[in-house]
T-cell receptor
Framework: AQSVTQLDSHVSVSEGTPVLLRCNYS??????LFWYVQHPNKGLQLLLK??????LVKGINGFEAEFKKSETSFHLTKPSAHMSDAAEYFC??????????????FGQGTILTVHP | KAGVTQTPRYLIKTRGQQVTLSCSPI?????VSWYQQTPGQGLQFLFE???????NKGNFPGRFSGRQFSNSRSEMNVSTLELGDSALYLC????????????FGPGTRLLVL
């Protein structure tokens, strides 16, 4: 079985300061991990994806995430927040086998607020 | 390439009615998945279709059903609507099943009165 826990429901930062959105996962098989972003009244946009090729994954808009197997974590970071980063972010896991194969399991989401 | 499209974008129904939502995947993608998003339950997996066959199903009642056509377009149907079915329904497509990246459409917002 697979599960995802996003450790913060809300994160607030000032424009130009670093962003850290935390995610822990659980998986019985080798997982693929994703971060998606959802702007208000929009669908989900893929930020980045981890599939075991490299533990540090770079995504769009300056975001990156590091896969740490020993800590079962996949935290999302950005060096400098921009006003347009304000949105809801979802950490997602997909398993390589078992009954969850092909099914995405989402975290509860983290709402990022960026202050001027 | 055009992205995933969903129709209609907004829908208002009353309890007891049924509704059909449509999803057209990215050209060449053969897998279509459906998700329900609500404020209380978050994003939950409904089902996944590949080559016209349902390959996986989430924990939803039988009132929720779907199908996929030979051109990979998919529909989902909800019968006997309940107030709790009010949600954003998201469709996602990928080239294959498994751990492929899924690309999402804009969603259909359903309001049940």
């Amino acid at each position: 079985a697979q599960s995802v826990t996003q450790l913060d429901s809300h994160v607030s930062v000032s424009e130009g300061t670093p962003v850290l959105l935390r995610c822990n996962y659980s998986s019985s098989y080798s997982p693929s991990l994703f971060w998606y972003v959802q702007h208000p009244n929009k669908g989900l946009q893929l930020l980045l994806k981890y599939t075991s090729a490299a533990t540090l994954v770079k995504g769009i808009n300056g975001f990156e995430a590091e896969f740490k197997k020993s800590e079962t974590s996949f935290h999302l970071t950005k060096p400098s927040a921009h006003m347009s980063d304000a949105a809801e972010y979802f950490c997602v896991v997909s398993e390589a086998g078992g009954t969850s194969y092909g099914k995405l399991t989402f975290g509860q989401g983290t709402i990022l607020t960026v202050h001027p | 390439k055009a992205g995933v499209t969903q129709t209609p974008r907004y829908l208002i129904k009353t309890r007891g009615q049924q509704v059909t939502l449509s999803c057209s995947p990215i050209s060449g993608h053969r897998s279509v998945s459906w998700y329900q998003q609500t404020p209380g339950q978050g994003l939950q997996f409904l089902f996944e279709y590949f080559s016209e066959t349902q390959r996986n199903k989430g924990n939803f009642p039988g009132r929720f059903s779907g199908r996929q056509f030979s051109n990979s377009r998919s529909e989902m149907n909800v019968s006997t609507l309940e107030l709790g079915d009010s949600a954003l329904y998201l469709c996602a497509s990928s080239y294959l099943v498994g751990q492929e990246t899924q690309y999402f459409g804009p969603g259909t917002r359903l309001l049940v009165l």
